[in-house]
């Protein structure tokens, strides 16, 4: 399964961004500063989509585009309330809790402090199913006025830890959080100004079934947008939520099932019966099921 998050720069209307996108063949897609799908030009391919932003006719917004009839799209929210701060369900071979931001500022509020606020609004959906947090997030540690007013960036990764996510970028890279090697936006497109502002924020079941997590390159992207893509490959049948499981009713947990869907690692590769009830026990307190 594919994920691409990008802050296209006032598109997808123009013909060369939308086939840019296409071109990599996503099952889903988050683009921020986008038009809405009926200003796309050219035919359109996606199957599903949601679409959050002032004006439908002229407004940029953020959108959420399924690729694949796979996987459907529904808002967990009348409206959002944060802009744009979206918790989507995404259901179907993968059932997970989606949300896709394009943190803008409101009055009184910086970056970071919109983006806390709608993460602690949205806490209730950071829980029971597994979740992705992804797009311009617009805060960087080194630039403190973009996260004023929440104490700290602190803040805001121990609130992520707090729910179990990590960031995908600084987990592979081994990387602290300042200072990222790699910029995801340039500013005004100089490549003397680079900033790591786009994340993506996955929780343990997602983050252990990633195949592949990069940013992309500059001498590809540059020419489209002052933002680089993050582009995420998850292994299919991997991760299960509680929406895909609820209609079918909870799953009996079986020696053969922590082995096959859960990847049950013993040392010496030999589990006893004690150490196998143990962690049968663990996971239905841990209500993983």
Same mark, same amino acid.
């Given at each position: 399964?594919?994920?691409?998050?990008?802050?296209?720069?006032?598109?997808?209307?123009?013909?060369?961004?939308?086939?840019?996108?296409?071109?990599?063949?996503?099952?889903?897609?988050?683009?921020?500063?986008?038009?809405?799908?009926?200003?796309?030009?050219?035919?359109?391919?996606?199957?599903?989509?949601?679409?959050?932003?002032?004006?439908?006719?002229?407004?940029?917004?953020?959108?959420?585009?399924?690729?694949?009839?796979?996987?459907?799209?529904?808002?967990?929210?009348?409206?959002?309330?944060?802009?744009?701060?979206?918790?989507?369900?995404?259901?179907?071979?993968?059932?997970?809790?989606?949300?896709?931001?394009?943190?803008?500022?409101?009055?009184?509020?910086?970056?970071?402090?919109?983006?806390?606020?709608?993460?602690?609004?949205?806490?209730? @959906?950071?829980?029971?199913?597994?979740?992705?947090?992804?797009?311009?997030?617009?805060?960087?540690?080194?630039?403190? &006025?973009?996260?004023?007013?929440?104490?700290?960036?602190?803040?805001?990764?121990?609130?992520?830890?707090?729910?179990?996510?990590?960031?995908?970028?600084?987990? @592979?890279?081994?990387?602290?959080?300042?200072?990222?090697?790699?910029?995801?936006?340039?500013?005004?497109?100089?490549?003397?100004?680079?900033?790591?502002?786009?994340?993506?924020?996955? &929780?343990?079941?997602?983050?252990?079934?990633?195949?592949?997590?990069?940013?992309?390159? &500059?001498?590809?992207?540059?020419? @489209?947008?002052?933002?680089?893509?993050?582009?995420?490959?998850?292994?299919?049948?991997?991760?299960?939520?509680?929406?895909?499981?609820?209609?079918?009713?909870?799953?009996?947990?079986?020696?053969?099932?922590?082995?096959?869907?859960?990847?049950?690692?013993?040392?010496?590769?030999?589990?006893?019966?004690?150490?196998?009830?143990?962690?049968?026990?663990?996971?239905?307190?841990?209500?993983?099921?």
């Amino acid at each position: 399964m594919k994920i691409i998050s990008w802050n296209c720069k006032k598109g997808l209307s123009s013909r060369e961004k939308y086939k840019k996108l296409i071109e990599f063949s996503p099952d889903i897609a988050v683009i921020q500063e986008c038009f809405h799908p009926s200003e796309f030009q050219g035919d359109s391919q996606h199957h599903d989509m949601v679409w959050v932003g002032e004006n439908k006719a002229r407004g940029l917004g953020l959108c959420v585009l399924s690729f694949s009839e796979d996987y459907k799209l529904s808002m967990l929210v009348d409206e959002a309330k944060y802009e744009w701060i979206v918790p989507i369900q995404v259901s179907g071979k993968e059932n997970f809790t989606l949300l896709a931001v394009w943190t803008k500022r409101m009055t009184g509020y910086s970056y970071g402090k919109v983006l806390y606020s709608a993460l602690k609004e949205y806490e209730s @959906f950071l829980q029971g199913n597994p979740v992705l947090i992804i797009g311009d997030f617009n805060v960087d540690k080194k630039v403190p &006025s973009s996260y004023s007013g929440i104490k700290g960036f602190s803040r805001l990764t121990d609130l992520f830890r707090e729910h179990g996510l990590e960031s995908c970028y600084h987990y @592979f890279s081994k990387e602290e959080y300042g200072s990222e090697r790699h910029a995801t936006y340039y500013h005004y497109g100089k490549r003397d100004r680079p900033f790591h502002i786009d994340y993506c924020m996955v &929780s343990k079941e997602i983050l252990q079934n990633v195949q592949k997590f990069y940013i992309g390159e &500059s001498e590809e992207w540059g020419a @489209f947008s002052d933002h680089l893509p993050l582009i995420l490959d998850i292994k299919i049948g991997s991760v299960s939520g509680n929406v895909g499981n609820s209609a079918k009713g909870k799953t009996e947990i079986t020696p053969d099932l922590l082995k096959e869907q859960y990847s049950l690692k013993i040392d010496n590769e030999i589990a006893t019966e004690q150490e196998i009830d143990e962690a049968i026990r663990y996971i239905k307190a841990s209500r993983l099921m």
